[in-house]
């Protein structure tokens, strides 16, 4: 049974880009959610998705987008980086109906210069 | 807003001992309290959580307490171990939203042998 599942690994950037995230969730996890996690700090919420729809979103401005494939998969999507989104970027996946546990994929250590 | 205060933000203690990491959450309508262990470089699992209709859970060697008048919710690791060296994390959810997950700054915590 595969756990979370998250790539790339790594990335680099530089200031401007965009770059694209993706996650599978766990087996049997119909839920995504996206956190960000700057050095030395806690998870901060990005966005969920559910039923391939955004159900709620955290303080992060538009520039982050995300969209859930049919398959549960999900992508996140930053927009012309800036050096303060250099961060790990998490996603944790859940189950709607039957947990409300949420189980994390290994990160993307994303890096802006 | 919605906040979860985490003290102390450094734990050293010495092999065998117990450790106890505390929390305040100010959402009300929080009801749900897990708490991750992070190992540098890996990703936040769950090891023990506690729904607001519990007032203690325990599992081997880590108890969560919950006092919900108070709004605080604390972690207790007993014997401790050289491997139980990690940053914990709490969080505080509202099940039945979107569950999304309010992280506390973490505890780095060091079990000396």
């Known amino acids: 049974d595969a756990g979370v599942t998250q790539s790339p690994t790594h990335l680099i950037k530089t200031r401007g880009q965009q770059v694209t995230l993706r996650c599978s969730p766990k087996?049997?996890?119909?839920?995504v959610s996206w956190y960000q996690q700057a050095l030395g700090q806690g998870p901060q919420f990005i966005f969920q998705?559910?039923?391939?729809?955004?159900?709620q979103r955290g303080n992060f401005p538009d520039r982050f987008s995300g969209h859930q494939f049919p398959n549960y998969s999900s992508e996140l999507n930053v927009n012309a980086l800036l050096l303060g989104d250099s961060a790990l970027y998490l996603c944790?996946?859940?189950?709607?109906?039957?947990?409300?546990?949420?189980?994390f994929g290994p990160g993307t250590r994303l890096t802006v210069t | 807003g919605e906040n979860v205060e985490q003290h102390p933000s450094t734990l050293s203690v010495q092999e065998g001992d117990s450790a106890v990491i505390k929390c305040t959450y100010s959402?009300?309508?929080?009801?749900?309290f897990p708490w991750y262990k992070q190992e540098l470089g890996k990703r936040p699992q769950l090891i023990i959580d506690?729904?607001?209709?519990?007032g203690e859970k325990k599992d081997q060697r880590i108890a969560v307490t919950l006092n919900k008048t108070a709004k605080h919710f604390s972690l207790h690791i007993t014997e401790t171990q050289p491997e139980d060296s990690a940053v914990y994390f709490c969080?505080?959810?509202?099940?039945?939203?979107?569950?999304?997950?309010?992280f506390g700054t973490g505890t780095l915590l060091a079990v000396q042998p």
């Open positions: 969080a505080a959810s509202e099940l039945g939203a979107t569950n999304k997950l309010i």
């Open positions: 959402d009300s309508a929080s009801n749900y």
């Open positions: 998705y559910y039923e391939e729809e955004e159900r």
């Open positions: 087996s049997g996890h119909d839920t």
């Open positions: 944790a996946s859940s189950s709607a109906g039957h947990s409300y546990e949420q189980y």
């Open positions: 506690i729904r607001s209709n519990v």
